[in-house]
């Protein structure tokens, strides 16, 4: 490790201007390359207390030996060779975006003499012309299969177009009119020329004209009697709008434009590009990088857009580029995008309509993409052994946790505070015997207290069990309850535990110790689960906590947290472990909300189902009228008796009617709740 002091150039040495600056380790090689409007600020950022710095930034100063830069004349020169040395020297500190698969597109050889349509993958060609990138190679086949009918153009490789010129017999698709058969003469080298032009103009979303066209010729054709020659234009015309059909109209200003989002956590960022021509979404792509530098969404943005137009010019720069958050300043990024373009491109975050709305989709289409691959990278097998492996080295266990449980604490403002335990064993979840509580030990809101508590009621639990099964003589110095005794306050995923785990003659999960507890936090929360512990007498069980601003480890009685490395497999299965408790305590909370909101007096009538609820409704039209009327006239209502009626009369009149409904822009009471 490096003593940056050492390296760190004399005061006036580093230039006031513009500028790309270069780290190198003591082998020589590049480790990250950085862009400045003026070099001396920015370098003595890294050079200032180590204890100040962010931890990716300390780590790429103390592995870096020199530092070197180069004077450029604008920003805009700047991002240029910026780009041009992180694709050279390919740091490893730098954001770079690598595509996991070779996305195909839709390619005209323009540049032949008879063009060719077929999928290409790979860096472009010049002279040839490009739609895409799709996502799968089948989307593009199917489109051509339909647009081949109307603009029958060669698709055939070099060596079947030179038999069938030797044979002077075209292939299949020459016969059933899917190819021009330009090999065997049917039409020249300039007619050939311009099926593959209208091919071009028609996936470019210039669709209208030569619509009206073909449409235009078959009246023409039915008025001069040609019926067989209109009914093939009229076919031509539906595969042309089934072509279309695939691709719906998102913007309706035939909008041509790229919308890139991010998503991201503490680790990783997935982009998504969508590309948009006349106002039809013809292509897709997205990366995923790990966050190997302290980089903002702006600035991931701004690296996505290098990596994206960095080889680009021309109309594969689009007009209008869509981001969800612009670098500042953005002029020199604006600039460079003009320059490769060649003309004026509006580069901004779209705030409302039809383009706010589809950056949305985008956006969902990154978050998508992100925990995808974080759910790949944890399924591989290799993988989780070595996440378990560095799991136990990092935090000193004997052997690799092979089960995992992690606990989470979810509330509304202090109201309904509900927990969450999520179970992982050998690295996969088993979501079996995930486990939701309701916090009931006391009131409000207290994370760690509320920890303590699920904590001793899930490990009460275990000791129960073991109890129950005779695996102890007593259980009176566990701290147990006795057999028998279950949680009322827990919960299986999908509702109450079956009473067999309640008890019963199945031993339940919770009779599997873990080997690692995970918490959903800090130094408090891994103290009170690790008190829990104690109290209990249980020794043998691991207790850490993952801290979610910067994603430090803490372990009990410990004052300074374990910092995995970025690159680690360990982090990130802790990392997957906390997002699914966090997420199963959230959905749970969510719930128990929302039931409480549509929760109504009626619930309390036992055995009163759904069917004759609904029907007492509908019969006096609310709660409201059903509350005011007798006992005689609910019993008018089909299927009610007597007896049911006045249950139905005395719940409702035990229960507090709702308070109205008040609108919160204006002030205006509205009508009362029960009356929906």
């Known amino acids: 490790m490096a003593d940056p002091s050492s390296y760190r150039p004399r005061p006036g040495e580093i230039p006031d201007s513009p500028g790309v600056y270069k780290f190198r380790d003591e082998h020589g090689r590049v480790i990250y390359v950085g862009k400045a409007k003026s070099l001396r600020q920015r370098l003595a950022n890294y050079f200032q207390d180590l204890a100040g710095l962010h931890p990716r930034t300390r780590t790429m100063v103390t592995t870096a030996a020199s530092v070197e830069w180069t004077v450029v004349s604008t920003e805009v020169e700047a991002l240029q060779l910026e780009y041009s040395w992180i694709k050279e020297f390919d740091p490893r500190f730098n954001v770079k975006y690598r595509d996991d698969k070779s996305y195909p597109s839709l390619a005209v050889t323009m540049n032949e003499e008879f063009p060719r349509v077929q999928v290409m993958r790979g860096p472009r060609k010049k002279g040839v012309r490009y739609f895409g990138p799709y996502a799968h190679a089948w989307a593009i086949r199917e489109t051509v299969d339909l647009m081949l009918r109307a603009f029958p153009v060669r698709t055939c490789s070099a060596g079947v177009f030179k038999r069938s010129a030797q044979i002077g017999r075209p292939c299949l698709l020459g016969y059933i009119g899917k190819c021009s058969a330009p090999c065997v003469g049917r039409v020249d080298a300039e007619e050939h020329r311009r099926l593959a032009e209208e091919f071009c103009d028609f996936m470019a979303g210039r669709t209208g004209a030569h619509l009206r066209r073909l449409e235009q010729e078959m009246h023409r054709a039915a008025e001069e009697m040609e019926y067989e020659r209109a009914a093939r234009l009229r076919d031509d015309m539906e595969a042309l709008k089934r072509a279309m059909e695939k691709n719906a109209v998102v913007l309706t200003d035939a909008t041509d434009a790229d919308l890139v989002a991010v998503a991201e956590d503490e680790l990783e960022a997935a982009v998504q590009i969508f590309h948009v021509r006349g106002g039809r979404v013809r292509g897709q792509r997205g990366w995923v990088t790990d966050k190997v530098e302290e980089v903002t969404t702006a600035g991931l943005v701004e690296h996505a857009l290098q990596q994206l137009y960095g080889e680009e010019s021309g109309d594969a720069v689009p007009r209008e580029v869509l981001v969800p958050a612009l670098p500042d300043p953005v002029e020199p990024l604006a600039a460079w995008l003009a320059g490769r373009r060649g003309a004026a491109v509006d580069l901004r975050v779209p705030q409302r309509g039809d383009k706010r709305a589809l950056m949305e989709t985008v956006r969902r289409n990154a978050q998508q993409a992100l925990a995808l691959h974080k759910t790949k990278r944890a399924s591989d097998l290799t993988t989780r052994s070595r996440a378990l492996e560095e799991i136990a080295e990092a935090l000193g266990l004997d052997s690799a946790p092979l089960r995992i449980e992690c606990f989470d604490i979810s509330h509304l403002q202090g109201e309904d505070v509900v927990a969450s335990m999520v179970v992982f064993e050998d690295g996969l979840a088993r979501k079996s015997e995930y486990r939701r509580f309701q916090i009931r030990g006391f009131a409000g809101q207290d994370d760690v207290r509320s920890m303590h508590e699920v904590v001793s009621r899930r490990f009460r639990r275990y000791l129960q069990e073991r109890q129950r099964t005779g695996e102890w003589a007593t259980g009176e110095d566990s701290g147990a309850e006795g057999p028998g005794t279950g949680d009322p306050g827990t919960e299986g995923p999908d509702g109450p535990a079956p009473a067999e785990e309640r008890g019963g003659n199945r031993p339940p999960k919770f009779a599997y110790p873990p080997q690692l507890v995970v918490v959903d936090g800090g130094q408090p929360q891994v103290a009170a689960a690790r008190r829990a512990l104690d109290e209990l007498g249980i020794d043998d069980v691991a207790v850490c906590g993952l801290a979610k601003r910067l994603e430090e480890v803490w372990l009990p009685g410990e004052d300074d ?96 009617p709702a308070a109205p409904a008040v609108n919160t822009a204006t002030g205006e009471i509205l009508e009362d709740r029960e009356d929906r």
């Open 561 to 656: 947290p374990v910092v995995l490395p970025r690159t680690s497999e360990g982090l990130y299965m802790l990392q997957r472990v906390r997002d699914e408790a966090h997420r199963f305590a959230i959905r749970y909370q969510r719930g128990k909300r929302s039931r409480a909101m549509r929760a109504s007096p009626l619930d309390a009538v036992h055995g009163l189902g759904e069917a004759r609820k609904q029907a007492l409704v509908k019969h006096f039209g609310s709660v409201k009228r059903l509350r005011a009327a007798t006992v005689e006239q609910i019993c008018e209502v089909p299927g009610v008796g007597r007896k049911t009626a006045e249950a139905v009369a005395a719940a409702l009149a035990q229960a507090a």
